[in-house]
């Protein structure tokens, strides 16, 4: 098995993080420091060291589904004792969320201590679709629905492209629903911001066909086994 795969189903990071730590010398098979990128290892034969700590597969993983609050942080650990979404659940596992939502956001978050299922739900390639509720200050243009089909200019070399449906709109204000299958940096801030908007509320509806049902903010449940085989079998 390649050495960054192995991390991840560990649940140390990511594949592609798992590289930059490889490369950093921060690895080590045996005793014996690694920074080759695709390095083989054995499982059950190999002692694998992340800065001097042995990891290991765990014999099960763990997968919950958390409505996220507000003002809480999508990280594993802030290093200005903020409140974490992993503060919110009981578990002695080290897991982490799968991608980030912003503080200010609220709605459906993944915590999980699969880093292999992780990669695969947060690489665009696999375009894993993510539904927001928006609600804007300012008024939507009449075109919006086919700007973001054509593709919205956000700053990037690529446009930001997703699936606009209005709810409502006032005067001065709206609110819409926004599929998305990209997890860029602020991205549908940075959509409405083009379309001359400003997101005052943003809530994920639905995340790799999940949603949060009747989970109230702050509550969390793990998901059951059709649940886990409908996200890996995505990819």
Known sequence: MRLNKYLARCGVTSRRKADDLIAAGRVALDGQTVTELGTKVNPESTTVTVDGAEVSLPQQYEYYLLHKPQDIISTADDPHDRKTVVDLIDTERRIYPVGRLDADTTGVLLLTDDGELTNQLT???????RTYEVICEGALPDNAVEQLHTGVDIGEELPAQGDLGILWTEENKGAAHLT?????????????????????????????????????QGEYRTLDSDEIHQLKSRG
């Not at 690489?123 to 679709?129: K, L, T």
């Open 123 to 129: 690489h665009p390639s696999n375009e894993v679709s």
């Open 180 to 216: 998305l299958r990209a997890g860029r940096y602020h991205e549908v801030k940075r959509i409405f911001a083009s379309l001359g908007c400003q997101v005052e509320r943003l809530h994920r509806v639905k995340f790799a066909g999940l949603t949060c049902g009747n989970l109230a």
